[in-house]
């Protein structure tokens, strides 16, 4: 149901992933994942090691921090992110490349898993994994099924369904093996039996690399799915891999039996759980139509994006908007000294006639919105009810359930700013449902 055809623009499909050079200093925020922020475990002036807990999870939802670089700590303060809001940062120059002890940087496959659930999800918390395809949301918290709710299957969203982005794709290619041992390693933690990995029919060759890795796992299965975007929307994937439809807000996929996880969390449980290496970097994809060199870049946390630009080849001069994640669900950045985050999963440069929107015009009622949601809302609605602010009408028609995909605002003919819209309205009414709820 719904969904919309963008270009595809894989510009940096056939790029490997390149480890970037070592930034000079990392700015690292404390709130880079749902929930409440980590608690800094650092001050100024002390020493730290690549990999060494530096900030503790706040609550049960929230996600602990590591170090990405060895130095001395320069600040721990509020800075300036990417959409230009204030918030508390932690600083570090870097002095040398000294790891903390017990994490195995060797490349060495581990197949064998020794550890229990319950040891398997302290050590993904401890490690500070979260979800790694744009949500953010603390992993140890998604793998600890609720009283009376039972997994039935693990899925792994391979899809990256994105426009341009291509570090899932680069990952699946390059780390298949560690993959399918991580894929097994999810399916104990939650004890299901069957996992599936949905993978978008235009990478071939990432479906024809894994289902030759499986073969050894009868449990697992490659799933390739039909190219639609918003197809690794996590209630997309899960209706096109299972044929489940997960109910409105506030059910999640566990209501369903469904666990789903995206490859590039998968790959940081594997190298948490059999290396004992904490979330400190990530791949990040660097894009653009102008950009000299599109690149697939393994860059530590904190590093400024800046930094990626210019071992990409540069700011092209006629950049119009530098936005972090896609085109359709990212959003622009500020500045370029806004550093490299665990959701960061691409950085995309437009020139300034792509990033040049055109004027709305008023709506004809063609419902080409209501088609396109892939949650079945009706976008014009709620865009409308947000811009005039009437919050009650929002809630009514299920704002909370929309996902942010953009589907609706790409295929509007009069080009209406709905997603602005429709954001701005779901952040006041989720915060007014909080508010009612505490009281």
Known sequence: MGGVHPSENKLSCAKPIEALPLPDVVTIPLAQHIGAPAVAKVAKGDRVLTGQLIAE?????????????????????????????RQMMITIKREGDDWAEGIDRSDALVKVCPF???EII??????????????????????????????????INGVECEPYLTSDHRTMLEHGEELVVGVTILMKAV????????????????????????????????????VKYPQGGEKQLIAAVTGREVP???????????????????????EAV?????????????????????????ARIGTPMNQLIEECGGLPENTGKVIGGGPMMGKALMNLDVPVCKGSSGLLLMSEKESRRAEPQPCIRCAKCVSACPMGLEPY??????????WELAEENDITSCIECGSCQFTCPSTRPMLDNIRMGKTTVMA???????K
């Open 432 to 438: 007014l449902i909080r508010a009612r709820n505490a």
């Open 274 to 298: 059999m290396k004992n290496k904490p979330l400190f970097e990530r791949v990040i994809t660097v894009t653009g139509k102008e950009v000299q060199n599109p690149s697939n870049l393994l």
């Open 116 to 118: 229990s659930a319950q």
């Open 57 to 85: 999870a706040g609550s049960f939802m929230s996600a602990n921090i590591h170090s990405p670089i060895s130095g001395t700590v320069t600040a721990v303060d509020m800075a300036v992110n990417g959409q230009g809001l």
């Open 381 to 390: 609605l709620l865009a409308t009810a947000s811009a005039l602010r009437n």
């Open 248 to 270: 409105a807000p506030p059910a999640l996929p566990i209501n369903v039996g469904a666990v789903v996880q995206n490859v590039g969390t998968v790959f940081a449980i594997y």
């Open 191 to 226: 004890g299901v039996g069957k996992a599936y990995i949905g993978i978008e029919n235009n990478k071939p060759d990432a479906i024809a690399l894994l289902t030759e890795k499986a073969k050894a796992y009868s449990h697992i299965e490659i799933v390739p799915l039909q």
């Open 122 to 155: 302290a050590k993904i918390k401890d490690a500070g994994i979260v979800g790694m395809g744009g949500a953010t949301f603390p992993t140890h918290v998604k793998l600890s099924v609720p009283p009376g709710k039972k997994a039935e299957c693990v899925i």
